[in-house]
């Protein structure tokens, strides 16, 4: 079984990073080599395939791509048949707008590949947590967040909470894949 999730978010929110922790955490044999944006001539988006057991026999294909804010154009095939999204926020204090901006942008999108925004399963991350300053997290979540959605804080630099993001968000994709097939 495979299933596609999109990481996106406004520029230098952390999806590459995410992409480098899980890649660094995980064990050869279970992932793909990591592509990142732009490098070697490569596309313009991230991706990162890994390969997790769900039950006895039973692996999962989670295809990770993070789109790039440098690359737009990659936008449109990237968002083609995914089955869960992750939002990365940045809590920097001067990117709540930008945050906004690129969760609007997100759903446009989205909504133009036929997909509905409040049926696509999405994990909100908040991102740059270490910051002294960091935006308060309930500020954000106000901001950016469906009732009911998983919320996951994160240090992806640090590896920390991407793990959780992916955990959360294969919860609420395995369901829909398993029916589709
Ligand atoms: N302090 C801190 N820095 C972070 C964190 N996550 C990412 N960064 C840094 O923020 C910068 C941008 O991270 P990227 O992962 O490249 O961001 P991106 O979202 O892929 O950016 P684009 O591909 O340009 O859209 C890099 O210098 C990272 O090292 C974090 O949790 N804490
Ligand atoms: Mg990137």
Redesign the pocket.
């Known amino acids: 079984m495979t299933c596609k999730i999109v990481y996106c978010?406004?520029?230098?929110?952390?999806?590459?990073?995410?992409l480098?922790a899980l890649h660094h955490h995980t064990a050869a044999h279970q992932r793909s080599a990591l592509l990142v944006?732009g490098e070697h001539g490569g596309p313009g988006f991230?991706f990162l395939q890994l390969e997790v057991g769900v039950a006895r026999g039973l692996t999962l294909s989670l295809q990770l791509y993070?789109?790039?804010?440098?690359y737009p154009t990659f936008l449109q095939p990237v968002f083609r048949q995914l089955d869960g999204l992750v939002f990365?926020a940045d809590s920097h204090p001067e990117r709540a707008a930008a945050n906004r901006e690129a969760l609007a942008s997100a759903i446009t999108q989205l909504q133009k590949h036929g997909y509905r925004w409040e049926h696509l399963p999405c994990v909100l991350q908040l991102?740059?947590?270490?910051?002294p300053n960091a935006i308060a997290s309930e500020v954000l979540i106000a901001d950016l967040a469906r009732p009911g959605q998983p919320v996951v804080p994160?240090?992806?630099?640090?590896g920390?909470g991407v793990f959780e993001t992916l955990r959360e968000i294969a919860r609420l994709v395995l369901p829909q894949a398993a029916h589709s097939g």
């Open positions: 978010g406004p520029a230098l929110s952390g999806k590459t990073a995410n480098q944006a991230d993070a789109l790039s804010e440098r990365v991102n740059q947590r270490d910051l994160a240090v992806a630099t640090q920390i």
